[in-house]
Every structure is written in structure tokens, then in C-alpha cells.
């Protein structure tokens, strides 16, 4: 007996050929007697019947299943709106590297076939919450899978700030701007920024400097449930905060920036077979000889 009744198609195609792997899923599916919702904004890319396109939402409420076909951007974009909702959510890798979207799609009915029967682990992921405060009002507020990047809104100019974790002073800095990464995160933009990697499942978020004014500073690690407070009293800019790269919100220097572990996690699933450390050392060249 399956266990998913509903299934998602999500995803928006880098490249065109991406499009066949939705072509070939659909037809899968529909052959199995699952009932398949196809993200609207693919109607501008592929045909299919009108009542079966639905938005990220309605998906995230009917379906039981996500499959999101593209890269570890479309993975993040999905993850932020279904992370509200009960629905489990796999890859289909058609972009680069591919850490979240680990089904390969020239094996992608082989490997979702035993997915769709029922086996498969579980690897809920948490999502981070930014909120901005302006006088003790929150005016603002976004979601991240990955990381929160605070940096100045003019390229090339230093920023200070004040850290207080848990609501006690820890420390100061002057650099480009600075990184709060979730261990999910932790192989994409800290890791970059000299940052270390996580095992998925730690309760921990990395703090990690985008190149400071001193050679002192390193990233932080600190637990999960730990409040991060930002003040920039010093600082004359106007800064951006970035979620994922994928949502922008402008931050005046005088408001307050708080950053924590949101209540949101987005459930996330491999196939039986799937191995984390194996996945890590193949995406970043670690089974590679020196010589």
C-alpha cells in the first residue's frame, strides 16, 4: 500500500532539460494512481492539465509528499513554505553541487520507487527566525534554512557590531559583515567564510565572521536554543539581512537584529541507502587522491 496519497512536483528549471524530470515523474506518478499537484510557476515552462497545478501552499496543505526537482535554491525556497506544514520533502538534483536534492535524477525512478512504497529515513531540519525591532516594535521578520548574513548595503565597507547571546554581552567586532548558520546550512556560506561543518542533526548554530578587522577572530559555535541579539551603535550604514540569499530586508543601523531557532522544522527524507558522511565527502572532493 502506498503511503502517499498526494504528491508535489516543485521546483523551477535552471536549465530547460530540468523540465524533462518533471515530464517523467508526472507520468510515473500518474500511472501509479497518486494524485499530483505541479507547482503553478511551472505552467510557463511545461503543459499540464489546469487542476493540477497549485501553489506552494495549497501543496504544503494537501499533498503528503514534496519532490523538488533543481538544485539546493529551489530545496531552500520550498523548505521555507512547507516547513509550516506536515508534509515530507525529497530532491531530485538538477543543479550543482546538491546537498539537500541527493536523488539522482538519471535514476530518479529507481531510487523514488522504494521512497514511494513507504522506505525511507526521516531528517527533519530546523529553520532560523530573524526578527527586526525598531524602538522595541518588531517591523520586519524572515526564515532561513541555511544561514542570516548581515552585511552592509554598500559593497566594500566595514560594519561594527555587538553580539549578545542569551542576552549577555559576548563580544564586538568590525568586519564585512557576519554569518548565523544553521548546521544545514554549515556547508554553504560559513563554510565558504571559514566556518566548521555540523553533523545535520546538532542542536547548534555556527557564528561565523565575514572577514574581520583582526586576526584573532574565529567562528563560534554555540547551542541551538541560544538567543543571538545584534546592535550596531557604531555603525553608520544602512545594512541588509539576507535569508538564504533568497530574501532581502534592509536594516537601519538603530534598530535591534534578533536571531533564534525558529519552531519551524521542514521534514526532510532520503532513500534508505542515503549516507550523510558519504554524501559530504563526494560533494567536496574529500574521496579524491592528493597524488
Known amino acids: 500500500m502506498i503511503p502517499f496519497k498526494c504528491i508535489g512536483l516543485i521546483g523551477l528549471p ?29 505552467a510557463e515552462y511545461i503543459q499540464f492539465p489546469v487542476s493540477h497545478y497549485a501553489s506552494l501552499e495549497t501543496i504544503g496543505e ?17 523548505a521555507r513554505y512547507l516547513s509550516h506544514y506536515k508534509i515530507r520533502v525529497i530532491g531530485v538534483n538538477r543543479g550543482n553541487l546538491g546537498f539537500l536534492t541527493d536523488i539522482s535524477h538519471d535514476q530518479v525512478i529507481e531510487q523514488l520507487s522504494p521512497v514511494i512504497a513507504g522506505e525511507y529515513v526521516d ?25 542570516i548574513v548581515i552585511t552592509p548595503n554598500t559593497v566594500a ?16 567586532q568590525r568586519a564585512d559583515g557576519l554569518i548565523i548558520a544553521t548546521p544545514t546550512g554549515s556547508t554553504a556560506y560559513s563554510l565558504s567564510a571559514g566556518g566548521p561543518i555540523l553533523a545535520p ?14 586576526l584573532a577572530v574565529r567562528p563560534l559555535v554555540i547551542k541551538g536554543d541560544s538567543p543571538i541579539h545584534l546592535k550596531f551603535p557604531t555603525t553608520a550604514l544602512d545594512l541588509n539581512i539576507a535569508c538564504d540569499s533568497q530574501i532581502i530586508l534592509p536594516v537601519k543601523p538603530s534598530q535591534d537584529v534578533i536571531i533564534r531557532r525558529s519552531s519551524y522544522e521542514f521534514n526532510l527524507i532520503h532513500s534508505k541507502d ?18
Open 14 to 42: 535552471r536549465k530547460l532539460e530540468a523540465i524533462e524530470t518533471h515530464q517523467v515523474l508526472y507520468d510515473w506518478l500518474i500511472k501509479l494512481g497518486i494524485r499530483v499537484l505541479v507547482e503553478d510557476r511551472l
Open 62 to 78: 494537501q499533498a503528503d509528499l514534496a519532490i523538488v526537482v533543481g538544485g539546493d535554491g529551489n530545496m531552500l525556497r520550498s
Open 123 to 147: 531528517d527533519p531540519r530546523f529553520l532560523l527566525e530573524v526578527s527586526i525591532f525598531d524602538n522595541g516594535k518588531m517591523i520586519n521578520s524572515g526564515f532561513a534554512v541555511n544561514e
Open 157 to 172: 565597507h566595514m560594519i561594527d557590531y555587538d553580539v549578545y547571546i542569551n542576552e549577555l554581552n559576548a563580544f564586538s
Open 201 to 214: 542533526h546538532l542542536d547548534a548554530l555556527i557564528i561565523t565572521p565575514m572577514f574581520p578587522h583582526s
Open 274 to 291: 542515503y549516507d550523510y558522511f558519504n554524501n559530504l565527502s563526494s560533494k567536496l572532493g574529500w574521496s579524491q587522491k592528493m597524488f
